[in-house]
């Protein structure tokens, strides 16, 4: 499936510790962002949408942690899809074996798949060189932030006048602070290189509110820090009575096609 010359399609595979994987299609295009599900897993996700694998003309990468490459791989060369990641991750991710075709880019430095503007910058993460997204087609922007540990300046100013925002919401405070986890690794969540709370998100939503954002899908929900009604109802305070879409994207199965 691929969209019309104007429309941007937005579907999220899988979102959390288990897996992630966000499908994004325009014109003759259709990508992914990440796959770290199996590849019979990212197959079946997308024919159940009525997506074809065979339509992939690229992967790209955010970073080298497994709920994110794991899929990567297989995909590659099963399909001949080229994968784009950067030089500091690729070193780290071990895992991918040979790829089909390998791009390299840079945090920083804008780079196209056909007419779609893709602007990688910098976020906070426990990985060797972690990047977020912007993709802009036909004056409408899509922005993909997971897997951050704080929201940065640099990370509101590429966020900012998006039409769709992919946003992290993995935890709720209270939580996990009361939850199972060991004491290290709350730390780590809650810490400057770990994951967004409700609350971060709702305050960095707060600041991204625009006339042009249409639909949010908060994404990386902890199964055992959070709750899809406590992120959902954080993000709605934050855009208030705004006639914003907000979803939930989830581990076990995918979430709607969006259409912009």
Not at 53 to 81: C, F, K, M, Q
Not at 176 to 189: D, E, F, T, V
Not at 206 to 222: C, F, G, I, Y
Request: a positive charge; charged letters at 25%; proline letters at 4%.
């Amino acid at each position: 499936m691929t969209s019309d010359n104007k429309n941007i399609s937005i579907c999220p595979l899988a979102s959390g510790s288990k897996g992630n994987s966000l499908f994004v299609s325009w014109k003759n295009n259709s990508i992914l962002i990440d796959a770290g599900l199996s590849g019979i897993e990212i197959e079946r996700r997308l024919e159940s949408k009525s997506l074809s694998p065979e339509s992939l003309t690229a992967i790209i990468v955010t970073h080298e942690h497994s709920d994110h490459i794991r899929g990567v791989g297989i995909l590659s060369r099963r399909y001949n899809i080229p994968v784009y990641i950067n030089k500091n991750t690729y070193e780290r991710a071990s895992s991918l074996g040979k790829l089909a075709g390998l791009q390299f880019f840079e945090c920083g430095n804008r780079f196209k798949i056909d007419n779609m503007e893709i602007s990688p910058f910098t976020i906070s993460h426990d990985a060797v060189d972690p990047a977020g997204f912007t993709l802009e087609y036909k004056a409408k922007k899509i922005g993909i932030a997971t897997d951050l540990g704080i929201a940065t300046n640099l990370v509101k100013e590429h966020l900012k006048k998006c039409s769709f925002l992919y946003l992290e919401a993995n935890h709720d405070p209270d939580m996990l602070i009361n939850g199972p986890y060991p004491w290290h690794l709350k730390q780590r969540i809650k810490g400057r290189q770990g994951h967004l709370s409700n609350m971060d998100s709702k305050e960095l939503l707060r600041q991204l509110n625009n006339k042009n954002l249409k639909h949010v899908t908060l994404a990386h929900l902890s199964e055992e820090n959070n709750t899809p009604e406590k992120a959902y109802n954080a993000a709605k305070a934050a855009l208030n009575s705004s006639d914003v879409t907000i979803e939930v994207a989830m581990p076990h199965k995918p979430g709607k096609l969006t259409t912009l």
